[in-house]
């Protein structure tokens, strides 16, 4: 950066080279999320919810918003999304640095553990949802079959539950465990690459120093992974918020138990509510960005100190 | 980064001599008991799968559910072949296309943002990356509006843009730490000092080194692009759309016939997977470079 400001002949093509990037961003990220954010201000409901007398694109103001935010389905729809990305959060970070604990020092086979606890990523969310759907069948009688009936078969039979019927405020978190399991490998890689990243003189000094391997984790390691840690919240924080295609494999659409944000904006969009169904998407947008911006900003500062 | 991905323990931790008390030794044994029970529990799904699409229909909703199939019935495998082969080619008409477009932008933007920068470079590069943290709903009902007025078809075409366009960021991400962390600076200005202007230095300096970088794009690109369920289902149909609005279809009819359902989640995975298994090395590559740190 001190370096002086080199003619615009040196760095002016590396611009033009971009330009076709820049214009595309610029417009499909920038400039689409502008104009959804004006339509979510217009009237561009279905006929049947229209304000009698009004043109289909007039600017109604906030009017969508206080409509979602003052309907007690979305209000249900936001609870259950905290509910869905608290469990998901808390349990990909939980496994993932377990596994990653568990294979740091170097095992027998690391390869093939490291290889089947991340297969689930490879996979498409909907394609897993599919078998999910099976898997948490809400059965538990006689005729329980997934995971309920596999739980009879091993003598856990007390763990038999309704899974995502069982609560309409709580069920959704079984939702989570399908994103655990895909996710949790993603996180292990990373805390993995975080541990062996760090320099094997570091664990030798605190061991001559006659630290136990408690204190050498809590007070050495740990420590050095907090910008890993960093990353993988901001990961499944932000996949978290944007859940869709496992619900809508597992549950379906308009299913109470399961409602979230996006399922309910897809649901909008098929009823030509979209300046609804865009004012949904805008508030996620925010809550996104409240996750992200901080960090990339954060980032762009870091990477400039060095 | 991009290539090595996870490196291996250090050989000092590896042959650490700790004493075998037997409080060690069961410590050892739990590790690998844990080791193995997680490995099975996360591989359920894949058994409940494979085991499943070769039972017969019948067979499928019989009083156990996790046993093997008493003899292999291809009843689902045939079915779910019919009804997904046509959109199986759709699909790489999307996908690999995209992964190679995206992938060639995100290699001239990663090389200008690291290695050829203007005033300003930091802060494009920024804005670019938070459209890959968007979600994709706050541009889908613009989306539906713009694209029939640019004359692409629905489906396939439409698709096509919408990954081309949304695939630039992390491929940009992904070509800049490794341009940063494997083309030093001075042979760009060596390349300078011998008049090699923007193009040249690209296209001979830095495009015989950017294989590997490649490799991680492609197969990033092809992987969120095959498995992408968003697009596809506001953007097309079962008719023009992907092999995933195939399988959604499979799976949502009134009863569902498991052999067939899963048979097809077999067929769709199966191309990412075997990627996964060939080239996964690479793929590990794509994941970590997807949490933006290099």
Known sequence: MKRKIRSVRTWGPGLLLVSPSILLIGFFVYGLIGWSANISTTNQNSRFERTAGTAADAHIGLANYTNLFSSPDFIQSLKHLGILAVFYIVGALFFGMLWALLLEKGVRAEGLFRAVYLFPMAVSMFASGVVWN??????????????????????????????????????????????????????????????????????????????????LYRHVLFPQLSPIALSALIILGHMSLKMFDIIMAISGEKNVYTSVPMVTMWTLTGQQ?????????????????????????HNARQEKNT | MTTDVIPAAAPSELHRKVKKTPRSQVARTVKYLLLIFFLL?????????????????????????????SGLSFEGWSAAWSELSPALFRTMLIAIPAAVISSMLGAMNGFVLSRWRFPGANVVFTLMLFGMFI????????????????????????????????????????????YQTTVP??????????????????????????????????????????????????????????????????????????????????????????????????????????????
């Not at chain 1, 509510?273 to 900003?297: E, K, T």
């Not at chain 2, 539906?144 to 992390?170: N, S």
């Not at chain 2, 492609?218 to 992408?228: A, P, Y």
Request: proline fraction near 6%; charged fraction near 10%; aromatic fraction near 12%.
């Open chain 1, 134 to 215: 099976w898997l948490l069948n809400s059965d538990t009688g006689a005729g329980a079959s997934g995971l309920n009936q596999l739980f009879e078969m091993v003598g856990l039979g007390f763990l038999k539950n309704h899974w995502w019927v069982s609560s309409p405020t709580w069920g959704i978190a079984a939702i989570a465990i399908p994103a655990v399991w895909q996710l949790s490998g993603y996180i292990m890689a990373l805390f993995l690459a975080g541990f062996r990243g760090i320099p094997a003189d570091l664990r030798e000094a605190a061991r001559i120093d006659g630290a136990s391997e408690f204190q």
């Open chain 1, 273 to 297: 509510d979209f300046a609804r169904a865009a004012a949904v998407a805008i508030i996620l947008l925010v809550f996104v960005g409240f996750l992200v911006v901080p960090y990339l900003v």
């Open chain 2, 41 to 69: 529990v996360v591989l359920i799904p894949a058994y409940v799968l494979v085991v499943t699409s070769f039972k017969s229909f019948g067979e499928a909703l019989g009083p156990n559910r996790w046993a093997l199939p």
């Open chain 2, 135 to 178: 979600p994709y709903q706050a541009v889908m009902v613009p989306l539906l509006e713009f694209l029939p007025m640019t004359g692409l078809g629905r489906g396939v075409p439409q698709l096509l843009a919408v990954h081309v366009v949304y695939g630039i960021p992390i491929c940009t991400l992904i070509f800049r730490n490794y």
């Open chain 2, 185 to 294: 600076m001075e042979l760009i200005e060596a390349g300078r000092v011998d008049g090699a202007g923007l193009l040249r230095t690209f296209r001979s300096l830095i495009l015989p080194l950017s294989l590997p970088g490649f490799v991680v794009t492609m197969i990033w690109q092809f992987t969120s692009v095959w498995n992408d369920y968003l697009f596809a289902v506001f953007l097309s149909s079962r008719d023009n759309g992907p092999v995933i609005l195939g399988l959604a279809n499979l799976a949502g009819s009134q009863i569902v016939p498991y052999p067939e359902v899963f048979a097809g989640a077999l067929i769709v995975t199966a191309p990412t997977l075997l990627v996964y298994i060939v080239l996964g090395r690479w793929f590990v590559g794509g994941l970590m470079a997807g949490a933006v740190k290099s």
